[in-house]
């Protein structure tokens, strides 16, 4: 799970998804509830552990990454240009010596089937 902050590069990505990723509020993870997995392991038990994780990217990674996500407007749609220039923006405001970090929480769910 891609961590949001309040504030800072993750914040702006998040609003950049918002505004102008069409579906992303379809795809997201956070709709799969507890319950869902109670339904999916045996007798409704199981374990969940988490994980620190990190992706760094330069601009054209990002650009990549970002593109890459099913959600992201595709060349030619009427977003897609002004989606690029914000990621663009974004880059530019936040990046560390040509570099932009991703941090995640990975979660694993432990549990009989």
């Known amino acids: 799970m891609r961590i949001v902050r309040e504030s800072g590069f993750s914040a702006g990505y998040e609003d950049l998804l918002r505004t102008y990723a069409d579906d992303y509020k379809d795809v997201n993870h956070k709709l799969i509830t507890e319950d869902d997995f109670r339904a999916f392991f045996k007798n409704g038990t199981y374990s ?38 914000g990621l663009g923006r974004l880059f530019e405001k936040y990046n560390q010596e040509n570099k932009i970090s991703f941090e995640y929480e990975t979660e694993a769910y432990i549990g009989e089937l």
Do not use: W
């Open 48 to 85: 969940k552990v988490t994980f620190p994780n990190e992706q760094v990217f330069n601009y054209k990674g990002l650009k990549g990454r970002l593109l890459s996500s099913s959600y992201a407007p595709l060349l030619g749609d009427g977003n897609y240009e002004p989606m690029m220039t």
